[in-house]
T-cell receptor, first 113, second 112 residues
Framework: TQLLEQSPQFLSIQEGENLTVYCNSSSVFSSLQWYRQEPGEGPVLLVTVVTGGEVKKLKRLTFQFGDARKDSSLHITAAQPGDTGLYLCAGLRGGGNNRKLIWGLGTSLAVNP | SQTIHQWPATLVQPVGSPLSLECTVEGTSNPNLYWYRQAAGRGLQLLFYSVGIGQISSEVPQNLSASRPQDRQFILSSKKLLLSDSGFYLC???????????FGQGTRLTVV
């Protein structure tokens, strides 16, 4: 059972289009992290959202944490080829020594010039 | 600033041979260290986690082992590789468990 569902699994769009990818769960997370990974490299942290309903912007990327802290979305405006990569979300559960990061399977995005 | 080094970048090993992947972190003390495996460009599976020297937690039973001989050194090993050990291995560190993770460049292991 996958605790964090990411959708869509794959997305191929043209440069300039907008897109939204989703990270959903039936569980509550204390925070949620988004990473981007390029082929052959390690993931790189983009943002952490902590508060329910929180919205964070990183240039053309907008991240939102659901009010109930069970889901999150990433919206990219006017996508560029440099946005191509695997987008991973990871939710933090538990406290103290029981803290655990739960990873989604990722959304693979291809932005075509 | 903190940096993480992982090597080698690629490795082709025959079935039954041993494995040693090394990861070192610079610019921080007492990091939490992780080894992940990633299959086919998809999600990350946590293999091992360490909060300090000699302290290793294994998340899944497998043919691999990990060691932390020094504060900022984390090693992934196997005595005899299996075909199923092929994959992309990632080392990472964080200031505490579950905090934002910083990853190495990864090692692409192919067992033939």
């Amino acid at each position: 059972t996958q605790l964090l569902e990411q959708s869509p699994q794959f997305l191929s769009i043209q440069e300039g289009e907008n897109l939204t990818v989703y990270c959903n769960s039936s569980s509550v997370f204390s925070s949620l992290q988004w990473y981007r990974q390029e082929p052959g490299e390690g993931p790189v942290l983009l943002v952490t959202v902590v508060t329910g309903g929180e919205v964070k912007k990183l240039k053309r990327l907008t991240f939102q944490f659901g009010d109930a802290r069970k889901d999150s979305s990433l919206h990219i405006t006017a996508a560029q080829p440099g946005d191509t990569g695997l987008y991973l979300c990871a939710g933090l559960r538990g406290g103290g020594n029981n803290r655990k990061l739960i990873w989604g399977l990722g959304t693979s995005l291809a932005v075509n010039p | 600033s903190q940096t993480i080094h992982q090597w080698p970048a690629t490795l082709v090993q025959p079935v039954g041979s041993p494995l040693s992947l090394e990861c070192t972190v610079e610019g921080t003390s007492n990091p939490n260290l992780y080894w992940y495996r990633q299959a086919a460009g998809r999600g990350l599976q946590l293999l091992f986690y360490s909060v300090g020297i000699g302290q290793i937690s294994s998340e899944v039973p497998q043919n691999l082992s990990a060691s932390r001989p020094q504060d900022r050194q984390f090693i992934l090993s196997s005595k005899k590789l299996l075909l199923s050990d092929s994959g992309f291995y990632l080392c990472a560190w964080s200031v505490r468990r579950g905090a934002e993770a910083f990853f190495g460049q990864g090692t692409r292991l192919t067992v033939v």
